[in-house]
Every structure is written in C-alpha cells, then in structure tokens.
C-alpha cells in the first residue's frame, strides 16, 4: 500500500508558477512509476507528465517545455514544477504511483492516488 499526499496547489496570476509537491509513504516509492494527472471541470482526467522507475519522462504536449516532474527517493517525494502557467491549466491535479517502468501508462494503470491539490490560473 502506498499513501500520497499532494500540497502546493493555489491560485496564481497567468505567467506564474507554482511547484507541487506529493509525498509518498508505506511501500517502496522507488519501485512505482510517478505520475501527475489533472481534471478540470466537466472534462476527463488526463496525464501531465509520468517519470519511470528509470527515470525516463512523458511530457503531455500542451505542457512540454513549461512544466518539469522531479522525484527525490530519498524524501520518497515527487515534484511538479509549473511555470508559464496559463488558464487553461486551471484543474484538480492529482499525483499517482503506476508501473513502474511505463511513463505512458494511462490512468487506469496507476494503482495509487492522492486526493488531488487544485491549481488556478488567472488571466
């Protein structure tokens, strides 16, 4: 079993950034692939970016080059840097562990999930 827990969410103006953090206990956070998903009202939950076990990564196109995932095994901690951020990055975001070397793995794959952190951006 494995608990995550999100925070580092908030309100920021378009243009700003704001870094995520989700901390990891209870089995070995190394072994899982992690991954940020995000929803936003009336629409489905999709994936933002996953790094593997191995630390190869999956960028989503919509973010490429504004957002950077990051993991600390040692602190057992998974990181969501978002800068440029722009309106339409307004959703609950969600970090998950998955396969463990599968950075694609869709959502249904991911065998944990922490209760979200919402991220609004204002234009």
């Known amino acids: 079993q494995v608990q995550l827990v999100e925070s580092g969410g908030g309100l920021v103006q378009a243009g700003g950034s704001l870094r995520l953090s989700c901390a990891a206990s209870g089995r070995t956070f190394s072994s899982y692939a992690m991954g940020w998903f995000r929803q936003a009202p009336g629409k489905e939950r999709e994936s933002v970016v996953a790094?593997?076990?191995?630390?190869?990564?999956y960028y989503a196109d919509s973010v490429k080059g504004r957002f950077t995932i990051s993991r600390d095994n040692a602190k057992n901690t998974v990181y969501l840097t978002m800068n440029s951020l722009k309106p339409e990055d307004t959703a609950l975001y969600y970090c998950?562990?998955?396969?463990?070397?599968?950075?694609?793995?869709?959502?249904?794959?991911?065998?944990?999930w922490g209760q979200g952190t919402q991220v609004t951006v204002s234009s």
């Open positions: 998950a562990a998955g396969p463990a070397y599968n950075e694609y793995a869709p959502a249904y794959q991911y065998d944990y």
């Open positions: 790094t593997s076990r191995s630390g190869t990564t």
